[in-house]
């Protein structure tokens, strides 16, 4: 038999947003089992594993339905898609919407038809627009800078930029985004070291992790990221070149350490 729900009550108390770093951790690897756990019960119940995740797209705990909308895409059927808009209908946050966007393209090949047949059981108008929305707009093309973005920036940043409170400093609205872009470069290129204010929170505390050197990007790709970090998240649309990047690069030599704010502004005046 499968587990009605393997996330009990006990842990849904720790799955309550994470205050701290360490408490980030915790959360972060019990949702990680438990995102094994969801993978290992649909490859072995593949039949039966919708009307599980159907359950489970209706919990209470959000962290539950997003891994519901996450497992869905692992389902090779057009209803899996099904799974993925019934979470339309409940409260939602940008790591669900983007859960929800990516699980529904990936399984796009496999619902767009029957969806056009009306051959899909959705629970109410707004999941049928969802669909149609998702299906009336083309998957961009993600930029060069996006990709990025997503392998190097994303899994601190958050998506959208958001970044995580207490943790790590938003992007999205950030004035050091919209700031001067050598400084973007350097940050990015050496790391830095807080404590640092972004939209009036402090960030890098003590024993808190600094931002890691990310000089092992090319210059285009540094050049690429914050050109599409500025564009999307921050009102600056002025491309950053990579001879911006690489100039910035001899001229700080060969760095070990992260910048600091005071040094990044004691620079920009010079
Ligand atoms: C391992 C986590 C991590 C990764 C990966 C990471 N950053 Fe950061 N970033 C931080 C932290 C932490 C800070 C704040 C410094 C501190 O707390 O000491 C920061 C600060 C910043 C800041 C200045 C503050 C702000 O929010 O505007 C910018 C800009 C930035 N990062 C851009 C990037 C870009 C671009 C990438 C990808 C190329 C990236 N970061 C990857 C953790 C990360």
Known sequence: ML??????????????????????????????RARAAVRRQIIRRLPESLSLLRERVQDENPRVRL????AASYVPKAEAVEVVAAAVDRPRDPFLDYAMRQSARALQPRWATAFAANQLKLGSAAQTD?????????????????????MACLPCHQPEGK????????????????????????????GLQGPIAVGGQNFGGPGAVPMPAMGGLTDE??????????????????????????????????????????????????
Do not use: C
């Open 130 to 150: 969802y669909l149609k929305k998702l299906l009336g707009t083309p998957p961009k093309q993600a930029s060069p800078g996006e990709m990025i973005y997503e």
């Open 163 to 190: 970044g995580l409170p207490g943790v790590y400093p938003p992007l999205a609205g950030s004035e050091w985004v919209r700031g001067d872009a050598a400084r973007l470069i350097k940050i990015v290129l050496h």
């Open 3 to 32: 587990q009605p729900n393997t996330v009990s009550n006990h842990d849904r108390k720790k799955l309550a947003p994470a205050s701290s770093a360490s408490q980030l951790h915790f959360v972060r690897r019990r949702a990680r």
């Open 67 to 70: 891994e519901a909308v996450v």
């Open 221 to 270: 790709q540094i050049a690429d990221v914050l050109t599409f970090v500025r564009g999307t998240f921050g009102p600056n649309g002025a491309p950053v070149k990579a001879a911006e990047v690489q100039a910035a690069r001899s001229a700080a030599g060969p760095r070990e350490t992260p910048w600091t704010e005071l040094e990044l502004s004691l620079r920009l005046t010079q």
